[in-house]
T-cell receptor
Framework: KAGVTQTPRYLIKTRGQQVTLSCSPI?????VSWYQQTPGQGLQFLFE???????NKGNFPGRFSGRQFSNSRSEMNVSTLELGDSALYLC?????????????FGPGTRLTVL | AQSVSQHNHHVILSEAASLELGCNYS??????LFWYVQYPGQHLQLLLK??????LVKGIKGFEAEFIKSKFSFNLRKPSVQWSDTAEYFC??????????FGSGTQLTVLP
């Protein structure tokens, strides 16, 4: 099975712009979660989607949003970019909803905000 | 609040040395525990996981971890490390939701 794929892999934007990141989960996986990884804050949960609905949300401002499509693919959007949004954004997919579950991570999108 | 602590930020070992990385968690209710590894330039990969049952869990590449409920710990071990084990190791936990809470990570450097 192909793993989690994320596009683009690298992105450079300037302050004030907005950006959309894409994630395709492992085939058959229905849950997609997003995480932000920075040297200072480490790995932090952004949100999770299952059945096109946001199930959980982390402690991030409303500038961070996402959605999931009927084929389980997900997009994450960040509006009005700030320098502090520079990070590696990771997508993870898992097969089931509810109960113990394992998340499998993609390679990430490295976003640089200038 | 849910939290995961990794107290060793950087560990340096020689090849063939034994490894133990500490992980402590603070979670209410049922907890699921994971160790992930991030090799240089690669994405996060699952090493092992604990959901329930036998508290001694074996993972890939000779790694194992022991869940000690009384100590709120899930330490990672390997009897003999190799240069190729050089990587960053993350302990993570989840509860009833799939949201993972990660520790700050431990950078392991294995000297040849």
């Amino acid at each position: 099975k192909a793993g989690v794929t994320q596009t683009p892999r690298y992105l450079i934007k300037t302050r004030g712009q907005q950006v959309t990141l894409s994630c395709s989960p492992i085939s058959g996986h229905r849950s997609v979660s997003w995480y932000q990884q920075t040297p200072g804050q480490g790995l932090q949960f952004l949100f999770e989607y299952f059945s096109e609905t946001q199930r959980n949300k982390g402690n991030f401002p409303g500038r961070f949003s996402g959605r999931q499509f009927s084929n389980s693919r997900s997009e994450m959007n960040v509006s009005t970019l700030e320098l502090g949004d520079s990070a590696l954004y990771l997508c993870a997919s898992s097969p089931i909803a509810g109960g113990a579950d394992t998340q499998y991570f993609g390679p990430g999108t490295r976003l640089t905000v200038l | 609040a849910q939290s995961v602590s990794q107290h060793n930020h950087h560990v340096i070992l020689s090849e063939a040395a034994s490894l133990e990385l500490g992980c402590n968690y603070s979670y209410g209710g049922t907890v699921n525990l994971f160790w992930y590894v991030q090799y240089p330039g690669q994405h996060l990969q699952l090493l092992l996981k604990y959901f329930s049952g036998d508290p001694l869990v074996k993972g890939i590449k000779g790694f194992e971890a022991e869940f000690i409920k009384s100590k709120f710990s899930f330490n990672l071990r390997k009897p003999s490390v190799q240069w190729s084990d050089t990587a960053e190791y993350f302990c993570a936990a989840s509860g009833s939701a799939r949201q993972l809470t990660f520790g700050s990570g431990t950078q392991l450097t294995v000297l040849p």
